[in-house]
């Protein structure tokens, strides 16, 4: 993979949560690139280039929070079905919400994967090894 594209985007305005990624990622997978935005309009933009470039030229997978403020995990979604439909990358909203409605929402919108944040680190790592990593493309 070229250098301009990380391995996994983090979407998410919480830091704690960035540090959380970072060491979850870190146990499993010393060599993935990761990148952090706390600013979803921020994402937007990289996304919106990513989707310019070859699909060997992406993030292999993106990690998004459901509730940020300015633009949401769904508003993310709803704008990659509009705009960035080359951009292979796959989506996984990651949220507090176990609400059956932002579940339903997300997967209209195109979520790849939908899965609740958990409570514990170990079980951070063991989604991330388990569900997230398996969808990298």
Same mark, same amino acid.
């Given at each position: 993979?070229?250098?301009?594209?990380?391995?996994?985007?983090?979407v998410?305005?919480?830091?704690?949560?960035?540090?959380?990624?970072?060491?979850?990622?870190?146990?499993?997978?010393?060599?993935?690139?990761?990148?952090?935005?706390?600013? +979803?309009?921020?994402?937007?933009?990289?996304?919106? #280039?990513?989707?310019?470039? !070859? &699909?060997?030229?992406?993030?292999?997978? *993106? $990690?998004?929070?459901?509730?940020?403020?300015?633009?949401?995990g769904?508003?993310?979604?709803?704008?990659?079905?509009?705009?960035?439909?080359?951009?292979?990358?796959?989506?996984?909203?990651?949220?507090?919400?176990?609400?059956?409605?932002?579940? +339903?929402q997300?997967?209209?919108?195109?979520?790849? #994967?939908?899965?609740?944040? !958990? &409570?514990?680190?170990?079980?951070?790592? *063991? $989604?991330?090894?388990?569900?997230?990593?398996?969808?990298?493309?």
């Open positions: 993979m070229p250098a301009g594209a990380p391995d996994i985007i983090v998410d305005d919480d830091q704690l949560e960035h540090e959380l990624y970072r060491q979850a990622l870190g146990r499993i997978d010393g060599d993935l690139r990761t990148e952090f935005f706390s600013d +979803s309009q921020a994402a937007a933009q990289r996304f919106a #280039a990513w989707a310019q470039q !070859p &699909s060997t030229n992406q993030p292999r997978l *993106a $990690l998004v929070d459901l509730y940020m403020p300015g633009m949401t769904p508003d993310l979604l709803r704008t990659r079905q509009e705009h960035w439909a080359t951009l292979q990358t796959p989506f996984c909203i990651v949220s507090t919400s176990s609400a059956r409605i932002d579940r +339903s997300c997967r209209e919108l195109g979520c790849d #994967a939908y899965f609740v944040k !958990p &409570s514990r680190f170990a079980e951070l790592i *063991a $989604l991330l090894r388990e569900k997230a990593l398996p969808l990298m493309v």
